[in-house]
């Protein structure tokens, strides 16, 4: 595990933010 991220495929999850955020963050992005 990165320091301050975990990695799925397409991209890197915040540990402060839940997994659909996170995909909802690099959707937009």
């Known amino acids: ?3 301050g991220f975990w ?3 397409g ?3 915040k ?3 839940s997994y659909e955020e996170a ?4 959707f937009l992005e």
């Open 1 to 3: 595990m990165m320091q």
């Open 7 to 9: 990695e799925f495929t």
């Open 11 to 13: 991209g890197k999850v």
């Open 15 to 17: 540990k402060n933010e």
């Open 23 to 26: 995909l909802v963050r690099e």
